[in-house]
């Protein structure tokens, strides 16, 4: 069994790395993406399934970290690994404010908050045309300036592990346990010693900074920054990839959204009828499987495994 | 008003002067002064919607009074949050009983445990199931909390708040809802605790059990303080057999 493990672990590695080679440029350009969404998805699992807080806006921060890493870069020559630093370094003050401000908002009140913040800066990049390019959107330097797009790939891989490896080692720690408690219930993690405020602003402080990294490598890849990255059409679409995947596991929602981005794309021929299909999806997770379809599969997994182990009873 | 019988030797863990809460124009505590010394077992009684609660919640920095001053260690603790009346040891479970649902019993325990400063994994996993193991939930301490029974979540928010080590702790309806048997249990688990130094305010309508339990009765009625003072000396006040009757 355990070896068996590791088998499929290393051949999943191999897979994983060899796979630039393995595809053509177009599903790595779509690999490419899966590995931006995984990391917004996971950032909102944490903000949402271990803490609780539904915001609605996480990629207005996509967006922020974006915008400040390609105008540092652009206006002011800045590296762009730099670019990208102060991008994530903006996300977390902002994110920290944000998260002060909502420290009263709960549910529906917090969405809200957080859809109305998402769309003032909407509406800010596209009306400071001169700085941002406004619609017509804003040009960036590429991160690397190779005809192939596999260093992007293996750089976004390289984001994503250091993104979950730290995403799961917070959640692991004591902070995680601070976060699940004021998930659950506010007023006995504060009667338990948590310090709620801290805990609450720091959620959406270390949430919204992996939100901008990835902005940052989704701008710099890319190439050229529209508003409509940081739009609610953008939101809602990470957050059935985190539902569909199970947005109180890490790994369930970035799994969820690799599998997500590549279902969209494999459905491309279907035209507007994949968004109905991927909107069943969510319906279905929601209404049969409210941790995930992933978490179920784990289960599933873990069960199947269990009989493996464990011998059957000889019938009399 | 009959006199306490406070410790008068013992140092004064927390104390409320002039406590005054209203909430739009309802009058729900007025200037209630109480103190609390070391070693104390107190019952805190009145009717239903006489300010029980609200004091106590005031009183673990879950409310913020409207005038009046809270002092824990004789410092001021006006303005404090919840976390930090925690972190001065006072403790607390509440009326309905509030746990992490989708968390384990452990866990449940360990949050407690680690938000005190300086504490480790290791030396709060075993205080935290020495702690089970003293209420009999040591076998359950993988099952998530919202599947444990009414009476066996009570015993659980009990030692999540002795994860912090209280030097008072305050109950409020620990007998609601709860059979005869794990009333007894709860009573006799009670008094263990306090045997070992912690002191207790309890607030409950079951008369007995908090007749059983207690050594100083402090009776509320229309958010004020009516009597303060032994079980017997509170028996007998008229103003108390007034309150309940309704009259």
Redesign the interface.
């Known amino acids: 069994m355990r070896a068996a493990q590791i088998g499929l672990g290393v051949a999943l590695c191999v897979l994983v790395l060899a796979f630039p080679q393995l595809v053509n440029a177009y599903w790595l350009t779509v690999a490419i993406l899966a590995l931006f969404y995984a990391i917004v998805t996971a950032s909102w699992a944490l903000l949402a399934g271990y803490a609780g807080q539904f915001s609605f806006g996480h990629m207005a921060f996509v967006s922020l970290g974006a915008y400040t890493s390609g105008l540092l870069v652009m206006s002011f020559g800045l590296p762009i690994p730099l670019g990208m630093a102060a991008g994530v370094a903006m996300c977390a003050v902002v994110g920290a404010g944000i998260g002060y401000t909502c420290l009263r908002m709960r549910g529906p009140y917090l969405a809200l908050f957080t859809v109305a913040f998402s769309e003032v800066l909407r509406i800010v990049i596209v009306s400071e045309n001169e700085v941002t390019g406004g619609s017509g959107g804003l040009e960036v330097t590429p991160l690397f300036h190779t005809r192939s797009d596999a260093p992007y790939y293996y750089f976004g891989l390289a984001l994503l592990a250091v993104s979950l490896g730290l995403m799961v080692w917070l959640v692991r720690s004591?902070w995680g346990?601070?976060f699940?408690?004021i998930r659950?219930?506010e007023?006995?993690?504060?009667?338990?010693?948590?310090?709620?405020?801290r805990f609450r602003v720091l959620v959406f402080a270390i949430s919204s900074s992996f939100a901008g990294l990835a902005g940052g490598f989704f701008g710099h890849y890319i190439g050229i920054l529209t508003p409509d990255i940081g739009s609610v059409d953008q939101m809602g679409l990470v957050v059935a990839m985190a539902v569909i995947g199970g947005a109180e596991s890490l790994y369930a929602a970035t799994i969820g959204a690799l599998l997500c981005e590549a279902l969209v794309e494999a459905l491309r021929s279907y035209e507007q009828w994949r968004m109905v299909l991927f909107g069943a999806l969510l319906l279905v997770t929601i209404r049969f499987a409210r941790n995930g379809l992933l978490a179920l599969a784990f289960q599933a997994v873990r069960q199947r495994g269990l009989r493996a182990v464990v011998p059957r009873k000889a019938t009399p | 008003m009959a006199d306490a019988p406070m410790l008068i030797e013992a140092p004064m863990l927390i104390e409320a002067r002039g406590l005054t809460k209203n909430f739009g124009g309802i009058l729900a505590v007025n200037a209630l002064d109480l103190a609390v010394r070391q070693g104390e077992l107190v019952g805190l009684i009145g009717p239903n919607g006489c300010g029980k609660t609200t004091t106590i919640n005031m009183l673990t920095g879950h409310l913020a009074p409207a005038a009046g001053h809270i002092l824990v260690h004789d410092t001021p603790a006006d303005g404090l949050s919840a976390s930090a009346f925690a972190a001065r040891k006072v403790g607390r479970t509440f009326q309905i009983t509030q746990l992490f649902g989708r968390m384990s019993v452990l866990e449940n325990m360990l949050v407690p445990g680690l938000a005190r400063a300086h504490a480790t994994w290791t030396e709060a996993t075993h205080t935290a199931r020495r702690h089970l193991d003293f209420l009999g939930l040591s076998h359950l301490e993988k099952l998530q909390a919202k599947n444990l029974s009414g009476g066996q979540q009570k015993l659980l928010e009990l030692g999540r708040a002795l994860m912090l080590d209280p030097e008072v702790l305050f109950l409020d309806e620990p007998f609601a809802g709860v059979n005869p048997f794990l009333r007894d249990e709860i009573i006799v688990l009670i008094q263990k605790l306090h045997a070992e130094g912690r002191s207790f305010v309890v607030v409950d309508h079951d008369i007995e059990a908090i007749q059983r339990l207690v050594q100083r009765l402090v009776v509320m009625a229309r958010g004020a303080k009516i009597a303060d003072g032994t079980v017997e000396e509170v028996r007998d006040n008229q103003e108390v057999l007034l309150a309940y009757a309704g009259a």
């Open positions: 004591r346990l601070f699940r408690a659950e219930n007023e006995a993690a504060a009667a338990a010693g948590v310090k709620v405020v």
